[in-house]
């Protein structure tokens, strides 16, 4: 997902219009209650209540005032040719229905049958609806989810990541988590999709910042590919590989050591000049104690990030019955861009940190020499012995 000049004030420009824009066409912060108390009185089934959130949260996981922006966000392409889209007595769904309808599946992870039951319509209804919105997010809200474009965006980043641990000079965190299938019979036969749990699962890694949004993704690779493998087939690690990303300022730690812009990850992947892991083995140095428990604060904002994406969106948490593998990656994609778009609106983050459950954790071997001593060097840096 390559970088998009002027992205923060366009989406402070949008963020603004779309809200005049629910204001003036009836789903604004009043609109939404009045449509959710219809809504609400009508399906009663709906309410599944969750411990810290209202009722209209418990439902869609998100604020109303998210609600609203996503209503207008995807507006045109939900409502255009979209007559045929009733409830079970003929009603016409308007666009809040349509999200809400969306919304649901996704965020419960409930079946077609259910979520049709729910709202009083069919299963192929919310199968349409979902995808039309699924295909409305990825024209529409894209921007979302977005590399940091400006030098102001990146400074940021950076100055919020070292207030965390204090490790200077970071952009993300990067982690993987695996999206787990049942598949039919004849995929089953078939170990390509076989992860290193005995799961059939496609795999997501993702490149998460200090507020934890995502800031670059990549899915769609089959559970058995390892997450270095991954990573060497993403854009984000040929980008870094030529220079064009990670590629900013870097800071002097000692004489003749600089140390240039990074990402943390676990010890599953190399140690790279742009990607810092922690130090492994039993006899430690306490500077490289010092520099791991640094780095594990620091990269735990990538496992929240993940946890709370499965939390909230969970039709891609637990076993996906049978998905079209073709759509599964985009459907993953609207999830992650959801995600950020709930931040952005300031919604509170789950607080989860099990992503995974089950999966044991890689180790990798494979790291270039060039980076060793840069890491050594910063964690005396950290240690206040540079």
């Not at 390559?2 to 402070?12: A, H, Q």
């Not at 666009?95 to 965020?107: E, F, G, Y």
């Not at 609806?129 to 990825?138: D, G, K, N, S």
Request: aromatic residues 8%.
């Amino acid at each position: 997902m390559g970088p998009t000049k002027g992205l923060n004030k366009r989406k402070k420009i949008e963020i603004r219009n779309a809200e005049a824009n629910a204001n003036a066409s009836g789903f604004s912060q009043d609109g939404a209650g009045d449509w959710w108390d219809t809504c609400y009185k009508n399906n009663p089934g709906l309410l599944s209540p969750s411990k810290g959130m209202d009722d209209f949260e418990s439902v869609f996981k998100i604020s109303r005032k998210a609600f609203d922006y996503i209503c207008t966000l995807v507006h045109d392409q939900m409502t255009f040719k979209s007559a045929h889209f009733v409830f079970s007595n003929g009603m016409p769904m308007c666009i809040n229905d349509l999200v809400a309808v969306a919304l649901r599946r996704l965020s419960s992870g409930d079946s077609l049958i259910a979520v049709a039951d729910s709202f009083g319509t069919n299963h192929s209804t919310v199968s349409q609806v979902t995808w039309r919105f699924v295909e409305a997010i990825e024209e529409k809200g894209l921007h979302h989810l977005q590399w940091p474009s400006t030098q102001q965006e990146i400074d940021d980043i950076k100055s919020k990541f070292e207030k965390i641990q204090g490790l200077p000079n970071c952009c993300g965190a990067i982690d993987t988590t695996h999206i787990v299938m049942v598949l039919s019979s004849s995929e089953s036969r078939t170990d390509v999709w076989l992860d290193r749990e005995k799961n059939h699962s496609m795999i997501l890694q993702a490149i998460v910042g200090p507020d934890m949004k995502f800031l670059d993704i990549v899915t769609g690779w089959p559970g058995k590919m390892d997450d270095i493998s991954v990573l060497r087939s993403s854009t984000f690690s040929k980008l870094c590989e030529n220079g064009v990303r990670l590629n900013g300022m870097k800071m002097e730690l000692s004489e003749g050591t600089e140390l240039g812009e990074y990402v943390v990850g676990h010890s599953g992947y190399p140690t790279l000049p742009w990607l810092l892991t922690p130090f492994r083995g039993k006899n430690l140095l306490e500077a490289e104690v010092e520099f791991n428990r640094r780095h594990l604060a620091t990269r735990m904002v990538a496992q929240r990030a993940l946890a709370g994406l499965k939390e909230k969106w969970r039709i891609i948490k637990g076993m996906m019955w049978r998905p079209d593998k073709n759509k599964l990656p985009r459907i993953i994609l609207v999830c992650c861009i959801l995600h950020n778009i709930a931040i952005e609106m300031g919604d509170e983050t789950m607080d989860e940190i099990d992503h995974d459950n089950g999966y044991k954790q890689e180790s990798c071997d494979d790291s270039e020499d060039s980076a060793l001593p840069v890491r050594e060097k910063l964690a005396l840096y950290l240690s206040g012995r540079q």
